[in-house]
């Protein structure tokens, strides 16, 4: 097992009927802003429960960031962050209107002169203008920790950015929210959840015998809970070990003293800026094409996820390995998630050249855990997805 320092700064409120909480959560005397997505809390009631849990607050609503937060949007938000003097922030959404909300957090100290600096010099932020989140919806991770992706439409561009400044103050997680997500959407939690440890854990060994455990018992979680919950989101049980599961995906804790990848995250947020796909679907149609480039340097881990997630033990190594890319797939079709690019966009012969150009330009040359993916071998693992 590797060093590592781990700190995370985030307090979870996790439980059924638990926004209230955020009353006493928020300083009294904050001056606060609470940002939300399209609508959808407008709908299921969790507008009107945090509306009556700021009653005793001075706040100021600002609704509408889009899924994939854009930009520009963020940047109207920013102008009433200064504006209203806001010291405190409420993100009530999934992780576009959290990830938005980091952006602004992040913008609102920044001192350089183009807050798109902080996405394109990937500066991390020590201590950013502090916020909380109401979770609606289990996928991303974004409610415990500090890292944030933004879109820019203009450019069709979607970014990272993230520091040790951008935990969120408190989190709360009510599995009741799940009662309102579409299938689809549930869908694409399970599997962006999935992919997060898979990013983390389809590495090579290290003799991290509790992280892959842990790893793996995530993972298992999502592969019994992800039926029940599509289809009955009212199961409380499937749903707070879902939402939970997200959470532990990708708050910091299993990456501890291991090799981590993310090349497929890094591939799949070209395929959302150029197409628009949902995040999720991105990466069950670049992760299973990487894994089986990568066969080599990951099969070790590959037939361990393979015997331990999905009871594999006949074949040769690179046979378990292979069989256990398959049973991925396979899970992925099991949510009605399409595993080819050309499933989702006619207009798909140059993506591999383009994303290959672009990661060039960007010096994007040493990806993966042993920082040997690189924009040719991104091209292959493209082509390998149409
Ligand atoms: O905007 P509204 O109307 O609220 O509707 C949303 C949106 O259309 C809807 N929704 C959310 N909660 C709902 C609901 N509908 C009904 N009932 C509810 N309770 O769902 C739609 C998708 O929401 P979004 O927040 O975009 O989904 P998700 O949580 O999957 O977030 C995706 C974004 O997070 C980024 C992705 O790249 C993408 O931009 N990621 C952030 C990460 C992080 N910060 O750590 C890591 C991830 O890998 C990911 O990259
Ligand atoms: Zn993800």
New binding site residues.
């Given amino acids: 097992m590797r060093n590592f320092n781990f700190k995370n700064p985030t307090k979870i409120i996790f439980g059924k009927d638990q926004i209230a909480k955020i009353a006493t959560e928020i300083p009294k005397d904050a001056r606060v802003l609470m940002l939300?997505?399209?609508?959808?809390?407008k709908r299921?009631g969790?507008y009107e429960q945090v509306i009556e849990a700021l009653k005793e607050h001075t706040y100021f609503e600002f609704g509408g960031i889009?899924?994939?937060?854009e930009y520009d949007i963020l940047m109207d938000a920013l102008a009433i962050v200064k504006k209203e003097k806001i010291d405190f922030m409420l993100a009530v959404?999934?992780?576009?209107?959290?990830?938005g909300v980091k952006f602004i957090s992040a913008a609102a100290v920044y001192e350089g002169d183009d807050p798109w600096n902080i996405l394109r010099k990937y500066v991390r932020t020590q201590q950013g203008l502090p916020f909380g989140t109401v979770l609606?919806?289990p996928?991303?991770?974004?409610e415990m920790?500090s890292?944030?992706?933004i879109?820019r439409a203009e450019t069709k561009e979607?970014l990272a950015m993230g520091g040790p400044g951008l935990f969120p103050v408190f989190s709360v997680l009510d599995p009741q929210?799940i009662h309102?997500?579409?299938k689809r959407?549930l869908a694409?939690?399970v599997v962006?959840a999935f992919t997060?440890v898979m990013e983390q854990y389809m590495t090579y060994p290290v003799g991290a015998y509790l992280q892959d455990r842990i790893a793996e018992g995530v993972m298992q979680t999502l592969v019994e809970i992800a039926p029940r919950i599509i289809a009955d989101p009212k199961d409380y049980t499937a749903a707070a070990n879902f939402m939970w599961s997200c959470t532990m995906a990708?708050n910091g804790l299993i990456q501890k003293g291991v090799p981590t990848d993310w090349a497929t995250?890094m591939i799949g947020?070209e395929l959302?800026a150029l197409y628009g796909i949902d995040?999720?679907r991105t990466l069950a149609i670049i992760a299973p094409s990487l894994l089986r480039y990568k066969l080599e340097n990951k099969k070790e881990k590959l037939a361990q996820y393979g015997e331990r997630i999905w009871g594999i033990t006949d074949g040769s190594l690179e046979e378990r390995a292979q069989a256990a890319i398959d049973k991925t797939v396979d899970f992925f079709h099991s949510l009605d998630i399409k595993t080819r690019l050309s499933e989702y966009t006619e207009d798909y012969q140059q993506t591999a050249t383009f994303i290959e150009d672009r990661f060039t330009k960007r010096s994007w040359v040493t990806l993966g855990e042993r920082k040997d993916i690189t924009p040719s071998d991104v091209k292959e693992i493209v082509e390998m997805s149409y």
Avoid: C, E, F
């Fill in positions: 939300y997505g399209g609508g959808s809390i299921n969790l889009p899924a994939n937060p959404g999934g992780g576009s209107v959290i990830d609606t919806l996928a991303t991770g974004s920790n890292g944030a992706v879109t979607k929210v309102s997500i579409p959407q694409n939690g962006d997060h990708l995250h947020h959302t995040h999720a």
